[in-house]
């Protein structure tokens, strides 16, 4: 998570804060207002925040303590961990696990193990829908198949297939020492993140209702259509 800095007033000392710049209820991307402060002794303070979303309009504090400035070390409620689709919850609950962990660790500002956490999630996801989709078969082999080939071999829609590919890419350069390749930009490997998620949400969706179809149906959608008009030639 990324913070806003806001200069507050705490009986006449001000302090340069670290404001979380998302709800943890709502888990939108928020410029919260303050509601109060304290100074609760000995060093530490706290700013109890109201996020600004309308429909949420809840309630949430952090706490600080100073050193040069007042560093944050906790936020309540933790971060509200983003659902994903029920297509892709019912498919890898192990994606889940790790979407989960990296999201808690992103909102704790950990942006190089998030880096690598969603890089993981997305490796589960793919090898998930390579053995209920594609034939794969989960053995050894498929463990240590790298998230590259699998990509390539098991994701044949272009959309999901780079989404997917530049997600490793940011996690890669998270992990690796010294940080090599492509530099390394969270809020870029979110970016694919989301859209990655869409795409996989959007073709499990769809493969869940070819499986109920009947068969003749599927071929005739499968069938190019005989009837229509061939291609224009050079020239027309």
């Known amino acids: 998570m990324e913070y806003l800095r806001e200069a507050v007033n705490f009986g006449g000392e001000t302090h340069e804060c670290d ?6 209820h709502c888990g939108t991307g928020i410029d919260a207002r303050i509601a109060n402060k304290a100074v609760l002794g000995r060093g530490y303070f706290a700013v109890v ?6 429909d949420c309009r809840k ?7 100073k050193s040069e400035g007042l560093d944050i070390f906790c936020t309540h409620p933790r971060v509200r961990v983003p659902d994903a689709a029920s297509e892709i919850s019912a498919l890898s ?4 696990d790790l979407y989960g962990q990296s999201a808690e660790a992103e909102a704790s500002g950990n942006f190089d193990l998030a880096a690598c956490g969603y890089r993981n999630a ?23 198949k ?6 390539a071999d098991y994701l044949d829609g272009l959309d999901e297939a780079v989404s997917a590919y530049m997600v490793k890419e940011f996690g890669n350069s998270a992990a690796h020492y010294p940080q090599l390749g492509r530099p390394f930009d969270f809020s870029e490997q979110k970016a694919y993140l989301e859209a990655f998620l869409q795409y996989m949400a959007g073709k499990l ?4 209702i070819a499986e109920r179809l009947p068969q003749k149906h599927l071929l005739k959608f499968q069938t190019p259509d005989s ?6 030639s050079d020239g027309q």
Do not use: W
């Not at 309630?59 to 303590?65: I, K, L, N, R, V």
């Not at 090898?127 to 463990?143: I, N, P, R, S």
């Not at 969706?205 to 869940?208: F, N, P, T």
């Open 227 to 232: 009837a229509a008009p061939a291609p224009c």
């Open 19 to 24: 404001k979380p710049n998302f709800c943890p």
């Open 49 to 54: 925040y109201q996020c600004t979303v309308r």
């Open 122 to 144: 997305v490796e589960a996801l793919v090898k998930d829908f390579a053995v209920k989709h594609k034939g794969a078969v989960a053995d050894a082999g498929l463990m240590r």
């Open 146 to 151: 790298p998230l590259q080939d699998c990509i």
């Open 205 to 208: 969706k769809i493969l869940g």
């Open 59 to 65: 309630f949430f504090f952090s706490a600080y303590f």
């Open 93 to 96: 609950p192990r994606f889940c």
